[in-house]
Structure formats: structure tokens, C-alpha cells
């Protein structure tokens, strides 16, 4: 499958911002997308994740609360609105797809990823 990530900006701080993650290829094979982000000097890390159906959802305690996650399985495109949104939001965000049942945290078992898109966030 291949992932193109797009929607990222600048934005002020407690505003919002929503990304998309658009796949193709064979999509049918990968039942799990999840959003990952890495700030400058830090290691990526698990935001949200959920299935094709929408039926599963997993964030972060970093985020939950603030973000949400979903799809358009017509389009084969998964969204993340962000609310609230922090300095310390800032960050690349990428899109990973997975063939699990079910998202999880673990980074390694994503084996398609996208490009990213940088979520700039300022005071």
C-alpha cells in the first residue's frame, strides 16, 4: 500500500488542524492506519490509531481528549482532527498501515509508511 500524507501548516495555539492520509494499492491487505510524529531531537512516536471499519480506536495519553481519528472508506483516506492544539504538538506527522486486526502503539509493526506532513504549532 502506499500512504501520501498531506494537510499539514502553521497554526496558533487552541486552534485546530485536521491531516489526511490518503492509500492506494493494495489497501485490502492492510486493516490497521495509525498517525505517528516526531519532534526535532526526539523519537517517533504513536498518536492514534484505528481500523479500515472504524470499529477500533487507540490514541495516545498525550492526545486523547484533544484528537480524533477516522476514515473514509470510500475514499481510502484516514483523517486526524486536532484540537486544542499545543507547541509541543509540533512535529512531522506520518501515516503508517498496518495488517494487525487491531492499531497498537508499537511502531515496528507498521510496515507502510508515508512521507509526512510538519504540524507546526506556535504561541
Known amino acids: 500500500v502506499q500512504l501520501q500524507a498531506s494537510g499539514g501548516g502553521l497554526v496558533q495555539a487552541g486552534n485546530s ?20 510524529r516526531q519532534a526535532p531531537r526526539k523519537e517517533r512516536e504513536f498518536v492514534a490509531g484505528i481500523t479500515w471499519s472504524g470499529g477500533t480506536t487507540l490514541y495516545a495519553d498525550s492526545v486523547r481528549g484533544r484528537f480524533n481519528i477516522a476514515t473514509d472508506n470510500a475514499n481510502y483516506t484516514v483523517y486526524l482532527q486536532m484540537n486544542s ?6 512535529a512531522v506527522y506520518y501515516c503508517a498501515a498496518s495488517t494487525l486486526s487491531r492499531p497498537t502503539m508499537n511502531r515496528a509493526l ?10 507546526t504549532v506556535s504561541n
Open 85 to 90: 492544539l499545543k507547541p509541543d504538538d509540533t
Open 17 to 36: 488542524l485536521r491531516v489526511s492520509c490518503a492509500a492506494s494499492g493494495r489497501t485490502f491487505r492492510h486493516h490497521t492506519v495509525a498517525w505517528f
Open 110 to 119: 507498521y510496515r507502510s509508511w508515508g512521507q509526512g506532513t510538519l504540524v
